[in-house]
């Protein structure tokens, strides 16, 4: 099933849904896509692409946490009670095809979506999924298991099973390139799995979508991941797992 593109500046300034083509015989509902802004988007800047700290030596002094599976595990019946635990620091590593990603997670701010970021993440279900729209100058966008199928129709509609609300913050912002935040379809409360790295500022999505965690070392691999937006040809750019590390505050 083809997603149907709407307006996004005048019909749904809020949904999840990019400006294409309509098409009249396909639901949008599902379709988890960050909103693309109107105008050309802002050019990288070459120094912004340098890494100044390595994956190593940002998880310095942070201990790995152990799997909740052994295989993953990619559909849930409802959203996970809260695994997080107090007083303690929460980060990420992405180890993608590119290279690896290291991320903070903003668990004081946001603890549903990096609960829910961290349960997944510890049942493998990141594991192989590709990053199916990835939109220069915009965002690197991933987390849907339907990547991992060979019908590209129906990639950015798939989600764990369950769903959970917006944590819009006033001091959370997309106003940098590295932002980390939750992708979700029309409704507010449809956030799932599938998230978006910013690749540049996308001040449009202040106050729209979930920022739960920033980008500490791997600035210059999400410029290496393949722009991609599905369902176009070749193979695009994955995760081959997703780590979560902790350090007590």
């Known amino acids: 099933m083809k997603s149907k593109w709407l ?6 300034t809020a949904s999840l849904v990019a400006c294409k083509p309509k098409d009249d ?6 379709s988890q896509t960050t909103e693309t802004p109107e105008t050309k988007p802002t050019e990288t800047k070459p120094a ?3 890494p100044t700290v390595t994956a190593a030596e940002v998880l310095k002094g942070y201990t790995q946490e152990k799997a909740l599976s052994e295989k993953p595990i990619r559909s849930f019946k409802e959203e996970p009670d809260r695994i997080l635990k107090d007083n303690t620091d929460y980060v990420a590593k992405i180890e993608t095809t590119q290279g690896d990603i290291v991320m903070d997670l903003f668990e004081e701010d946001t603890p549903a979506s990096v609960n829910s970021f961290v349960f997944l993440a510890l049942n493998h279900y990141y594991d192989g ?3 199916h729209r990835v939109i220069d100058g915009f965002v690197v966008q991933g987390g849907d298991p339907n990547t ?4 590209r129709n129906t990639w950015g509609q798939g989600g764990p099973g369950y769903q959970f609300g917006l944590e819009v913050r006033s001091n959370l912002n997309f ?4 932002i980390l935040g939750m992708a979700r379809a029309q409704d507010p409360n449809s956030n799932g799995s599938q ?3 910013t690749l540049a500022p996308a001040t449009s999505l202040n106050g729209q979508y979930t920022v739960f965690g920033k980008v500490l070392s791997g600035l210059d691999v999400l410029d ?3 722009k991609y937006e599905a369902p176009a040809e070749g193979e695009p750019d994955s995760m081959k797992t997703v780590s979560i590390y902790t350090k007590s505050k």
């Open 7 to 12: 307006l996004c500046a005048m019909v749904l």
């Open 25 to 30: 015989t396909t639901d949008s509902s599902t």
């Open 48 to 50: 912004e692409t340098t």
């Open 129 to 131: 999924i590709k990053f």
């Open 148 to 151: 991992l199928q060979e019908d």
């Open 175 to 178: 106003d940098e390139k590295g």
């Open 195 to 197: 998230f978006y790295i």
């Open 224 to 226: 290496k991941i393949k």
